[in-house]
Nanobody, 118 residues
C-alpha cells in the first residue's frame, strides 16, 4: 500500500521555481511530521539531505542550504504537503523524497527528480 506519492519535479533553469507535492494518506497526514529530503544522484552512500519539515501543529524547519528560498506548507483539505522552491540553483539538483515520521518510524515517497540546469 502506497502512503506517500511525490510529484512535481522537472527541469528548470537557475533562478527558476518549482512546486513539489506529496499526497499522503489521511492517517500519515494527520499524525506524522511531514518533510522533504533530497539525494544527489550517483551518491547513494551519502545520507539524504534534510530540506524542510512541517509538524502536525504547523511548525516548520528548514535546512541551511534552502532557508529563505524554499517554503513547506500543508493543505488540510487535500492531505497534501507542498514544497515551493524559488531561486533554484544547480546544487539543488537531486531526487526529492517526501517523508513522514513519528516516534522514529519513517515512511518515504518514491522520489521526484529535480534538475536545475541552463
Amino acid at each position: 500500500q502506497v502512503h506517500l506519492v511525490d510529484s512535481g519535479g522537472g527541469l528548470v533553469q537557475p533562478g527558476g521555481s518549482l512546486r513539489l507535492s506529496c499526497a499522503a494518506s489521511e492517517y500519515y497526514f494527520t499524525t506524522h511530521t511531514m518533510g522533504w529530503y533530497r539525494q544527489v544522484p550517483g551518491n547513494q552512500r551519502e545520507a539524504r539531505e534534510f530540506i524542510a519539515l512541517v509538524t502536525v501543529g504547523n511548525s516548520t524547519q528548514y535546512g541551511d542550504s534552502v532557508k529563505g528560498r524554499f517554503t513547506i506548507s500543508r493543505d488540510m483539505i487535500k492531505n497534501t504537503v507542498y514544497l515551493d522552491m524559488n531561486d533554484l540553483k544547480p546544487e539543488d539538483t537531486g531526487v526529492y523524497y517526501c517523508n513522514a515520521v513519528k516516534f522514529g518510524q519513517n515512511a518515504w515517497g518514491q522520489g521526484t527528480q529535480v534538475t536545475v540546469s541552463s
